[in-house]
């Protein structure tokens, strides 16, 4: 990043556009406020119904063998998860190592993968073989890999699941979230109907659940659906932007053990690991999850509406299905994508004076201009915006903790591509 010099004079025309937007939302702001109370209910009934004290916020060291706080947050997770187990840890180092440690706990030499939602999201196509080699990715170690293309408006082709399905299959992947791509994120009652789908053409088939961007966006998670696992991070929705860092797994209890044989060793799995005297901020995090979540959601909503009213391409539209708190706009070209990015950096808490330029990130196969000035190095939840520099040059939102938040920040692009000439004609 570079030191930015950004124009933040208000302007009248910009304000109006907002105001506009907000006006045009206020319905779908109002059911998302509402839409906190049952989500709320769920995570305050895990906790009473696991007894949570303050004497399960502090970590056993070393080992951590009989830690008592880390054994209540795996079950109030997998409470409020819908899952029969969940495992919590701090050792997850993004939601990509917690989706990894759950795919090498599970498959085996010899087995099939098979990607129901397209080409996964970018950080896993290392960890699958698409992508790089020599680090011991899937594809190494022997494990099949195939993926079922989405049809042209980027739904997933359920007819072609027979036939995606004839050959034997050990676990098939579904992305819930849009990630970098231009398409709908699935539904839960979608995920279900999938679910059902695969178990009748192959019952032992696992399926398997990205579920990063998504949780508490909708009433019922994947594992309510029949997914056997599933994993996401902290970082994002779950930990109600003070998680410091941290990942999940949660489902079938036999299947996160060995999730967990992977993260630690066999034989230590899920009864090691130290919290690092964190549990707190994790316990606290869920508790806000909900209202976090519905702020994003809200800020989604007005984003969408702001860049639609320029006629901008958006998806979700707005006041459409939503099952992730991740916003889509197609810019069409890298300038006005930039531009956004460093309009949003601009009014970030941490960082403002920073100018975000496109630039290669581990995991990523295009360069990425990200907007991210967090108090939480790469916590989405908080309030981010990002895009790989590529065609066809779409600006993906996501997090904050208060809808106000988005206002400022879009006040701020409104002006910016107004004073570098990117808006479309009238």
């Not at 999201?121 to 790089?132: A, K, N, P, Q, S």
């Not at 066999?266 to 869920?286: A, M, V, W």
């Amino acid at each position: 990043m570079e030191a930015a010099t950004v124009d933040v004079a208000s302007g009248g025309w910009a304000a109006e556009r907002l105001a506009r937007a907000q006006e045009r939302i206020a319905p779908l702001a109002a059911a998302r406020t509402a839409g906190v109370k049952p989500r709320l209910e769920r995570v305050l009934a895990a906790f009473a119904a696991e007894r949570l004290g303050v004497h399960h916020f502090a970590s056993v060291s070393g080992y951590g063998h009989g830690d008592l706080g880390r054994e209540v947050l795996d079950r109030v997770f997998a409470r409020v998860l819908q899952a029969e187990a969940a495992a919590v840890r701090m050792q997850f180092v993004s939601g990509t190592h917690a989706i990894a440690a759950a795919l090498y706990g599970v498959l085996r030499p010899g087995d099939r993968l098979l990607a129901l939602t397209g080409r996964p999201y970018d950080t896993l196509e290392e960890v699958i073989g698409i992508r790089g080699r020599g680090q011991g990715s899937l594809a190494e170690f022997g494990i099949a890999y195939d993926e079922l293309d989405l049809l042209p408006d980027g739904t997933v082709d359920e007819a072609g699941i027979a036939g995606a399905l004839a050959p034997p299959t050990r676990m098939v992947l579904i992305q819930r979230s849009c990630g970098y791509s231009w398409r709908p994120s699935l539904p839960v009652a979608q995920i279900g109907r999938l679910v059902e789908r695969v178990k009748a053409i192959q019952p032992d088939c696992l399926v398997f659940v990205d579920n990063c961007y998504g949780e508490l966006v909708e009433l019922r998670e994947p594992t309510a659906v029949g997914a056997d696992l599933m994993a996401g991070s902290l970082i994002k929705n779950l930990g109600g932007t003070i998680a410091p860092t941290g990942g999940y797994v949660a489902g079938r209890a036999e299947l996160v053990e060995q999730a967990c044989c992977r993260l630690t060793a066999p034989g230590i799995g899920s009864e090691g690991g130290t919290g690092f005297d964190l549990h707190r901020l994790i316990f606290q995090g869920l508790f806000l999850a909900p209202q976090m979540v519905a702020e994003a959601l809200i800020g989604a909503e007005l984003t969408a509406a702001v860049f639609d009213d320029l006629g901008f391409a958006v998806k979700p539209l707005v006041g459409g299905p939503r099952s992730d708190v991740i916003q889509a706009v197609r810019l069409g070209a890298p300038e006005p994508l930039k531009a956004v990015c460093r309009a949003f950096q601009a009014c970030s808490p941490v960082g403002s004076y920073l100018d975000p330029v496109p630039a290669p990130m581990p995991g990523y196969a295009s360069e990425l201009v990200m907007a991210g000035g967090s108090f939480i190095d790469g916590s989405t939840s908080e309030f981010s915006a990002d895009g790989p520099l590529r065609e066809p040059y779409v600006l993906y939102a996501q997090g904050g903790t208060h809808h106000s938040h988005h206002t400022l920040a879009l006040e701020r692009a409104l002006l910016a591509l107004e004073q570098a000439g990117l808006l479309p004609a009238a």
